[in-house]
C-alpha cells in the first residue's frame, strides 16, 4: 500500500537535515505504528507524505499503491487515498464543520471523477459517524476546530477521516490529550474502519493507544530513521524501558 | 490643510453655480460658500493622503463601462424601489414610492412643498460634518445636488426601501443628495444598491430621533471603471439605532465617509464594509469619524478587505469621545487580506478621548492568507483555489455578520462566492 524508500527530507529555508533515509512498507490492511523520542521526524515524515510546503526531498521515493506521492498537490494526494490526522489540526475561524466537511468529500469526488454526494445523503452520512464518535449537531456547525477542546479536535479528525474513507490513514498522535473514555471512541472509531483494502500508520508516544488498535508492526524512529522494526512487543519494551537501550544498541 | 491657503480661490470652482428651485436653494449657496473656503480636495490634503481625488474632481468623469446587469441584488426580498438612472430618478422602472411609515419626496420636485422636517436637515448634517475636517466633496454634492430623495420615516413599515441606482451611460456623472430623518420609536431598513454613474457623489444625510432604527444595506455594484464618492453623515439621539454596512466588489476608486455624531445617551452606532479589490487600478477607501458625545453609548466598526493584483485598500477610522461621553464603548477593527505582495492596505486608526469612564479598543492587521489553514483544507482534497477562496469568504464573512437581516447577509455573501468563482484563475 505504502512504500517509503530510503527518503531524505531537509528544510526548504534552512540547510538542516531532518529525515536521512527512511525506509517504509505498510501492506494492505495492515496497522503500522511508528514510536520514537521527541524531534525524531515522525511528524516530518507525515508531512512530507501529504505535501506540506517548506521541505525538500533530496532523495528517495514515496509511493501510494502505483501513485508516486512526491509529484502530487495534497489535494491530488488526498483524492488518491491519503489522510492525515493532523497532531495539532488547525484551527478556521469563519470556515464551518460541514461545509469543510461537504467540500472536501465533493471535491475527491470530482478528483475521482465520481457524482457528488447529494445534501441529504451527505447530511445522513456524517449524522451517522458523528453519533458514533460521540460528536453532537453543535460540533459541527462550528467553525473548524475553533474552540474546540484537544480531545474534541482529535475526534473531529477521525471524523474526517471517516467520512472520507481513504486508503491510507496517518494518525500523529492523535491519542495525545485524550482521556481515557476518548481514546476508547477514537480506538473504536479506528477499528470501524480497518479493513482489507485500508492501511494505518499510527504515530504515537503511548503504549495504551496500541492496547486498542492492535499493530502488526513497531518501528522506532530516531534522528530521521528507522532504527528497529518488530512486533507489538517493541512498544512494550519502548514503555517500559525508554529509547536509551535502543538507542544504544544502533549506536 | 490651512483655511487660508484656500481662500484665494479654487480655479476649479470659477463659475459654479447653484441649481434653482425652491427652499433647497438657500442650502445650496450656503453649501457653495463653505467649498470655495474649503477649495477642492487634493493630494496633499492631509484627509486624502492615501487616496488621490483628482478623479473625482477633474472636469469631467473618466469612462465606465456600465456593467451588463446581472440577477438582481436582493431579488427575492420583497421591497419598495426606487431607480436612479444615471442619477435620475425613473419613475417608470420604479414602484409607485409609496409604504406605509414612510413619506418619501422626490427632492427634484420639492420647490415650494412645505417639508419643514426637511428644511431642518438639507445640508445640515453635511455642514455639521465639516469640523474637525473638512469634506469638501459633500459640499459640493449639497450645492450641486438636483436628485435623491427626502424620507420621513414615522412608522415602522412592513419592507425595506430600496434605493436602486443604474449607470446607462458611459461617461454619466451622478450626484445625488438623500434625507433619511427616523422619527422617535420609528424603524426603515434602506438598501441603496448600483453604480449611479461613470462618477458619483452620494451624500447620505440621516438623523434618527429618540429609539428611533435605521438599518442600511449598501451593495455598490460592480462596473469596473467606477469613480464613487460617498458620504454618510448621521445623528443618532437617545436610544436610537444605526446600522450601515457597505459592499464593495471591484470599481477603480471609491472613497466612502461615515461621519457618525451620537448626541443622545444608549445610543449604538454599528458601521462596517466588506470590498474586494483586484489589479492595481482599484483604490477603495473607508474613512470614519465616530464622534461620542453622550453617556453610554456603543459604536462599532468592523472593515474587511481582500485585495490582490496590485490592489490598494485604505481605512482611516477615528472615534472621538468628548468630555462627558462616559461608559462609551467604542471598537474599531480594519483588517486586510494580502493575497500577493504586489497589494497594500494603507490604515490610520485614531482614538481621542476626553473621558475618564469609557472602553475603546482599536486593532489593524494586514496579513497573508493562513498557510497552515491552506494545507490542512488541501489535505482534506480541497483544491488550491477552492481552498483559498473558502478561507477569504471567511475572513470577509466575520464582516458580514454584522448586517441583522440574514437574508440580506445571505443574499452577500453569495455574490461574494460567485465572484470568486468567476475570478478564480
Ligand atoms: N519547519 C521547521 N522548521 C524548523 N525546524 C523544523 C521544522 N519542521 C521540523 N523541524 C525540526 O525537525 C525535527 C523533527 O521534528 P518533528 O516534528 O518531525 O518531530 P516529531 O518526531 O514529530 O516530534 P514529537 O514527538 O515531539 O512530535 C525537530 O528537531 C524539529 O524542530
Ligand atoms: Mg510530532
Known amino acids: 500500500m505504502l512504500e517509503i524508500k530510503n527518503l531524505h527530507v531537509q528544510l526548504e529555508d534552512e540547510d538542516k537535515q531532518i529525515l536521512k533515509g527512511v525506509d517504509l512498507t505498510v501492506g494492505a490492511g495492515q496497522v503500522h505504528a511508528i514510536m520514537g523520542p521527541n524531534g525524531s521526524g515522525k511528524s516530518t515524515l507525515s508531512y512530507v507524505l501529504s ?18 506521492l512526491l509529484d502530487l498537490d495534497p489535494e491530488e494526494r488526498a483524492a488518491a487515498g491519503l489522510f492525515l490526522a493532523f497532531q495539532y489540526p488547525v484551527e478556521i475561524p469563519g470556515v464551518g464543520n460541514m461545509t469543510f466537511l461537504r467540500t472536501a468529500v465533493n471535491s475527491q469526488r470530482k478528483a475521482r471523477g465520481e457524482d457528488e454526494m447529494s445534501a441529504g445523503d451527505f447530511l445522513k452520512f456524517i449524522r451517522e459517524k458523528a453519533k458514533s464518535l460521540k460528536i453532537d449537531a453543535d460540533m459541527l456547525k462550528r467553525p473548524v476546530n475553533v474552540g474546540f477542546s484537544g480531545g474534541e479536535k482529535k475526534r473531529n479528525e477521525i471524523l474526517q477521516m471517516a467520512m472520507l474513507e481513504p486508503k ?57 530513521r528507522i532504527i528497529k522494526s518488530g512486533g507489538p512487543e517493541l512498544a512494550l519494551e519502548v514503555e517500559n524501558n525508554g529509547y536509551a537501550d535502543l538507542l544504544a544498541e544502533v549506536a | 490643510m490651512t483655511v487660508a491657503s484656500k481662500i484665494a480661490a479654487d480655479p476649479r470652482l470659477d463659475g459654479l453655480t447653484v441649481p434653482a428651485g425652491g427652499w433647497p436653494t ?137 434605493i436602486s ?20 420609536g420609528a424603524e426603515l431598513t434602506l438598501l441603496e444598491t448600483g453604480t449611479p454613474g461613470a462618477r458619483s457623489n452620494v451624500v447620505l444625510e440621516v438623523d434618527i430621533a429618540d429609539g428611533g432604527t435605521l438599518h442600511h444595506v449598501r451593495p455598490q455594484g460592480r462596473a469596473h471603471g467606477r469613480h464613487v464618492a460617498t458620504h454618510l453623515f448621521a ?30 445617551d444608549d445610543a449604538a452606532v454599528h458601521v462596517g464594509g466588506a470590498c474586494v479589490g483586484d489589479g492595481d487600478a482599484f483604490h477603495h477607501d473607508d474613512t470614519v469619524f465616530i464622534t461620542h458625545d453622550a453617556v453610554n453609548c456603543e459604536s462599532r466598526q468592523v ?6 493584483n496590485g490592489a490598494t485598500g485604505v481605512f482611516q477610522g477615528k472615534i472621538l469621545v468628548k468630555a462627558g461621553a462616559q461608559k462609551t464603548d467604542g471598537y474599531q477593527i480594519s483588517q486586510a487580506l ?30 497573508a492568507i493562513d498557510e497552515d489553514a491552506m494545507f490542512y483544507l488541501r489535505s482534506r482534497g480541497v483544491p488550491e483555489k477552492e481552498a ?38
Not at chain 2, 472593515?303 to 490582490?308: A, D, G, N, T
Request: charged fraction near 25%; aromatic fraction near 6%.
Open chain 2, 165 to 184: 441606482y443604474r449607470q446607462s451611460s458611459k461617461t454619466s456623472e451622478a450626484i445625488l443628495h438623500h434625507v433619511i430623518k427616523v422619527e422617535a
Open chain 1, 168 to 224: 491510507m490513514c496517518i494518525l500523529d498522535e492523535t491519542d495525545s490529550g485524550l482521556d481515557v473514555d476518548a481514546m476508547k471512541l477514537v480506538a473504536e472509531g479506528v477499528n470501524a474502519l480497518r479493513s482489507e483494502g485500508r492501511s494505518f500508520l499510527v504515530i504515537t508516544h503511548y503504549q495504551r493507544l496500541l492496547d486498542h488498535i492492535k499493530p502488526d508492526v513497531v518501528h522506532i524512529m530516531a534522528d530521521g
Open chain 1, 51 to 68: 505535501g506540506k510546503s517548506g521541505y525538500e526531498v533530496t532523495d528517495g521515493t514515496a509511493m501510494l499503491g502505483d501513485v508516486d
Open chain 2, 26 to 162: 438657500a442650502a445650496r449657496s450656503s453649501a457653495l460658500m463653505r467649498l470655495q473656503t474649503m477649495g477642492l480636495p487634493v493630494k496633499r490634503d492631509e484627509y486624502w493622503r492615501y487616496t488621490d481625488p483628482s478623479a473625482l474632481v477633474c472636469e469631467a468623469p473618466l469612462p465606465c463601462d456600465p456593467l451588463q446587469t446581472s440577477t438582481p441584488i436582493f431579488g427575492t426580498v420583497d421591497k419598495t424601489r426606487l431607480v436612479f438612472v444615471d442619477g435620475v430618478f425613473d419613475a417608470d422602472q420604479s414602484d409607485a414610492p409609496e409604504l406605509a411609515g414612510v413619506e418619501i419626496t422626490r427632492l427634484f420636485e420639492v420647490n415650494d412643498l412645505d417639508l419643514h422636517w426637511a428644511q431642518g436637515l438639507y445640508g445640515k448634517l453635511e455642514e455639521a460634518g465639516q469640523s474637525p475636517v473638512a469634506r469638501p466633496l459633500a459640499a459640493l454634492n449639497t450645492a450641486q445636488a438636483t436628485e435623491g430623495m427626502l424620507v420621513r420615516v414615522t412608522g415602522k413599515p412592513e419592507k425595506p426601501l430600496h
Open chain 2, 338 to 367: 494580502l493575497l500577493d505582495g504586489d497589494s497594500q492596505f494603507l490604515a490610520k486608526p485614531e482614538l481621542e478621548i476626553y473621558a475618564d469612564d469609557v472602553a475603546c479598543s482599536h486593532g489593524s492587521t494586514s496579513g
Open chain 2, 235 to 264: 445623528r443618532v439621539a437617545t436610544e436610537a439605532t444605526l446600522k450601515s454596512f457597505t459592499l464593495s466588489l471591484n470599481g477603480q476608486l471609491t472613497r466612502n465617509e461615515i461621519v457618525t455624531e451620537i448626541v443622545g
Open chain 2, 303 to 308: 472593515f474587511k478587505k481582500v485585495l490582490r
Open chain 2, 388 to 425: 483559498q477562496n473558502l478561507l477569504v469568504i471567511a475572513f470577509l464573512g466575520e464582516a458580514l455578520d454584522e448586517i441583522e437581516n440574514e437574508d440580506l447577509a445571505a443574499d452577500l455573501q453569495s455574490r461574494l462566492e460567485a465572484w470568486f468563482s468567476r475570478h478564480s484563475t
